[in-house]
């Protein structure tokens, strides 16, 4: 295997263990994905996809409605900063402190975007961090070289294709801190209902507004399925897009980078060469004119009391990671 490592540079990351990592450290892993989980996730990839493919047929055909809208863009609101406030910013980073009830609520929230429970997705994505764009990185871009055709290979790869690599990331290396928290272990067990919930509450909901069969199955197809399909695939482009092209103002050891028109579907985790310069930080658009919906609810939760110790973006240290003009 072919990949671009850049040099120098130690691995960041919430947990200071990972910084001796090594990627064959990981080779001695027992836990793999079994058949079971490997078909449910190409169901849960596929199906939202052809949703997606389809989307526009569907509407023109008079198939949507604003109760669609309203429950699908509810439902992509609460699960998508559930992923960027809670799995990412804070249970990933610590870019923050939260109160219990907080904690719980993040969980929850983010284990309804179907992308994996809780303390699964912060060990991937520490990893991440811990190798980005090296040997050893579960979703680079870069990972079969830098030709044309080997970057075409590394995007499908980084994008989803890392998602049926069998071998899980070792949860007790990774994030031995949530496994350690009673409350993130049940919502990680409580995960296949999450998922059952976030799949048929659309439906619920929808059939109950509008007091018909139809109501249901129009909610199901754009608040469910549609929703699903592209906040994963947004998601997944910060690890293929945003590795690969973007404009890149600070200094980090890999090729992570801003591409704004992803900003608002991504609820500001596009701008993403800031957040590898400076992982903790619970801003990631810092500059005039970024949007970063993320960090506004953050500075919410502060203001009510609700947040605390937040890391938020300092000028002098700006300063010192962004590259010279």
Partial sequence: MTMLARPGGSPVGALAATSAASPTADATAVERKGWPEQVALFLFITLPFLALLVAVPVAWGGWLGWHDVVIAVLFYVVAGHGITVGFHRYFTHGSFKARRWLRVTLALAGSVAIEGPVIRWVADHRKHHAFSDRQGDPHSPWRYGETVPALVKGLWWAHAGWLFDRELTPRDKYAPDLMAD?????????????????????????????????GALTAFFWASLLRIGLLHHVTWSINSICHAIGERPFRSRDRSANVWWLAVLSMGESWHNLHHADPTCAR?????????????????????????????PRSERLATKRVAA
Avoid at 185 to 213: D, H, K, N, Q, Y
Avoid at 285 to 311: C, H, K, P, T, Y
Wanted: aromatic fraction near 12%; avoid cysteine.
């Fill in 284 to 312: 990631h658009g810092v500059d005039r004119g970024q949007l970063d919906s993320s960090a506004r609810l953050i500075w919410v939760f502060e203001r009510l009391g609700w947040a605390s110790n937040v890391r938020w």
């Fill in 182 to 214: 009673r409350d993130l272990v049940r919502v990680e067990r409580a995960f296949p209902a999450i998922v059952l919930f976030s799949t048929l509450a659309p439906a619920v909901i929808g059939g109950l507004w509008s007091m018909s069969w139809q």
